[in-house]
């Protein structure tokens, strides 16, 4: 790993840990507000504010664990790890939200009374943190599928507090404590949506699915647009790890030296970077040997593995 890999990842790992101690550090004050309330959205939030800590903390650890050196049982070290925190993350996210819609119905049966006062104040206390994180690791949770899914979490506990707020404006207004649950059913639903996503995404990539993102069918057309390359089949796109796509294919090539294959190999490998961002290739040529316009021909394929990473 460079430097600059590195040293970025010490700074995600020191913004992590300060979001994971105020995210805990509020959970206690908001859950107190919420039993005192007795409001299910402001307890439901609370309990997602461990969620999020425990996603912060997942998010952190994956990142030390990545940075892991490869062994004999892992030739690929521990980069796969990321993808596997963001789905018990999302899987966790999704769990969380059933129980709440459990306990939400059972409110719209027999509604209580909740202090609509306190749940204004632990709201928009909550509103301020959770946005703040949220724009806080932003950047970083478009690069990283394993981050992005702990931002989620963040940015649902954000709306939900912003939904509240007006749940508690709302009962203030009208006297009626209906609204505590609405806010929990409706915020219940948009993590299940946002969830969605996240485990559509690392369920594909535990697959061995294509990354999101990237075309095969581009790839390959890219690839065969190359001078010097008459073919490409065998084509596999892959992730080794957040935001780090692998591939493999075999090219066919005309009948050319070993210099001219490598010069080949570094143009594929610069065009694949800077295009696709994979940076992890394996590439194997196979050698045509007659004019590919002859339709009587049938080549023989010779191979020469090449791999760069």
Known sequence: MSH?????????SRKLGIATALTLLFFGVELGIGIYANSLALIGDAFHNVTDAIA???????????????????????????????????AMLVGITAYLLLEAWDRFRQPETVDSFWMLIAAGLALIMNGTITMWLRREGR??????SAVIHLFGDALASAGVIVGAILIRITGSPIYDPVVSVLFGLLILVSSY???????NLLL??????????????D???????????????????????????????????LKSAG??????????????????TTIQFEY??????????????????????
């Open 143 to 148: 690069r990283d599928v394993n981050v992005r």
């Open 56 to 90: 912060l903390l997942l998010a952190m650890f994956v990142i030390h664990l990545e940075r892991r050196p490869p062994t004999r049982g892992k030739t690929y070290g521990y980069q796969k790890a990321g993808i596997l925190a963001a789905f018990v993350n999302a």
């Open 208 to 221: 061995e699915g294509t990354p999101s993102g990237i075309d095969p069918v581009a790839v390959t057309q």
């Open 4 to 12: 600059e890999a590195t040293h970025h990842r010490a700074a995600l």
């Open 223 to 257: 690839l065969a647009a190359e001078p010097g390359v008459y073919g490409v089949h065998h084509l596999h796109i892959w992730a080794l790890g957040p935001s780090r796509p692998a591939l493999s294919c075999h090219l066919m090539l005309g009948d050319v030296t």
């Open 263 to 280: 010069e080949v190999l570094a143009r594929i490998t610069t065009m694949l970077a800077d295009r696709y961002d994979i940076v992890h």
């Open 197 to 203: 996503g996240i485990l559509r995404e690392t369920i």
């Open 288 to 309: 045509v040997g007659c004019a590919i316009d002859d339709p009587l021909c049938v080549p023989e394929p010779q191979a020469v593995g090449a791999e760069r990473s």
